[in-house]
C-alpha cells in the first residue's frame, strides 16, 4: 500500500452487474471500492500500482479474464488478486497469477418450512449451505402471506427468506419478516413489525406499529402508526421517507449525509442541512432514522 494511502483500495472487476451490490456489501467498511465491468477496464484500473486488491470474475466480456492476471503480472502489479469461478480448480486455472480464488457457486436446493403451533404460523427458507455468494441462477424464494378479508387468520409470527421478497398482507400478529437479499413489504397488518433485508426495499403501510426497519443497500418508505419502545429506521444507502403520526409523543432525531427535510411540528428543534431532532408533542420513546448515502424525509400522515 502506498505509505500516503489512509485506507485499503479495493477494484472488483466484473460484468454481472447483479453482483456488485453483494460485493459492496461485504467489502463495505474495509476500504476505498471501485468496480471495472471487462477486463480491459480492470487493467486500466489497476496500471497506476495504486491498489491493494481485486475480486476478479474469470468469465468477463472485452478481453478473456485469464489474461488480465498475467498482464497484471507483467505490468509489475503488487496488488493481491483472488479469481472468482464457477469452475472447480483446473489445473489451468491453479496455473494464472493470482493470490487465492473462491468458488461462486451455480445451482442450490432450497427448503421451506411452515410450522402452526397453537394458532401461531412461522415460515422460513433457506439454501442447502452456507453459502454467501449468490448469482443470477440462484434459487430465489418468494415469500407471500395474505389473509381473505373476513377471516382472521392464524396469528404471524415470523417469515423469512434467505434469497427472494417477503410479503405481509392484512395479516395479524407482532411479526418479524426478514431477507437476505429481496424487499420486504406490509400492509394491513395488524400488530407490530420488524423488517429486515440486507439488500432491497422496505415497504409498510397502514400497521398498527412497528419495532425495527433496517436494510443494508436499499430503499425505505415506512409509516410510523405507534410503537412500543426507542425505534430505529435506516439504511446505509438510499433514500428513506416515514410518515409518522401527528398524535404520537416521541423524540426524534434524523440524520444523513445527503439531507433532511422534515414537516413535523417538532419543539425544542435543532436542525442543519444533515441532521434534525426535536420533540413531537409531549417526547417520549426515541425514534432514529438515518442514511448514510441518501437523503432522509420525515412527514405527517
Known amino acids: 500500500m502506498p505509505a500516503a494511502a489512509e485506507q485499503t483500495r479495493v477494484r472488483i472487476a466484473e460484468d454481472e452487474q447483479s453482483l456488485v451490490d453483494p460485493y459492496g456489501v461485504w467489502l463495505a467498511g474495509k476500504g476505498d471500492v471501485q468496480v471495472a ?5 480492470a487493467l486500466e484500473g489497476m496500471a497506476d500500482h495504486e491498489k491493494d486488491g481485486m475480486p476478479l470474475n474469470r468469465r468477463m466480456s472485452s478481453l478473456s479474464v485469464d489474461e488480465v492476471p498475467n498482464r497484471l ?13 464457477t469452475a472447480l480448480l483446473s489445473p489451468e486455472i491453479a496455473a ?7 468458488e461462486k457457486p451455480v445451482e442450490r436446493a ?18 442447502d449451505d452456507d453459502v454467501t ?23 404471524v409470527s415470523s417469515v423469512a427468506s434467505r434469497l427472494g421478497n417477503v410479503s405481509l398482507f392484512d395479516t395479524r400478529g ?31 403501510d397502514d400497521v398498527t406499529g412497528l419495532d425495527r426497519v433496517q436494510t443494508e443497500l436499499g430503499q425505505i418508505k415506512v409509516d410510523l402508526a405507534g410503537l412500543r419502545t ?22 426524534v432525531v434524523a440524520e444523513s449525509n445527503a439531507g433532511v427535510d422534515s414537516d413535523l411540528p417538532l419543539t425544542g428543534i435543532q436542525s442543519g442541512r444533515r441532521r434534525v431532532s426535536g420533540r413531537l408533542n409531549a417526547g417520549g420513546s426515541r425514534v432514529h432514522v438515518f442514511s448514510d448515502v441518501g437523503d432522509v424525509s420525515l412527514r405527517m400522515m
Not at 427448503?111 to 439454501?127: A, C, D, F
Not at 400492509?187 to 413489525?193: E, I, M, P, T
Open 174 to 204: 407482532d411479526t418479524i419478516a426478514r431477507t437476505n437479499l429481496g424487499d420486504v413489504t406490509a400492509a394491513r397488518v395488524d400488530g407490530y413489525l420488524t423488517l429486515e433485508s440486507e439488500l432491497g426495499t422496505i415497504l409498510a
Open 96 to 102: 494464472l497469477p493470482v493470490d487465492g480464488y473462491i
Open 133 to 155: 455468494w449468490f448469482t443470477r441462477s440462484s434459487p430465489g424464494t418468494d415469500v407471500s402471506i395474505t389473509v381473505p378479508q373476513g377471516t382472521a387468520g392464524p396469528i
Open 73 to 85: 503480472d507483467e505490468n509489475g502489479c503488487d496488488a493481491q488478486v483472488v479469481m472468482v469461478t
Open 110 to 127: 432450497v427448503t421451506v418450512r411452515i410450522g402452526v403451533e397453537s394458532g401461531v404460523l412461522t415460515v422460513g427458507t433457506s439454501l
Open 37 to 41: 465491468y471487462a477486463g480491459g477496464a
Open 230 to 251: 426507542d425505534i430505529e429506521i435506516g439504511t446505509q444507502m438510499g433514500d428513506v421517507v416515514v410518515g409518522i403520526d401527528e398524535t404520537l409523543d416521541l423524540d
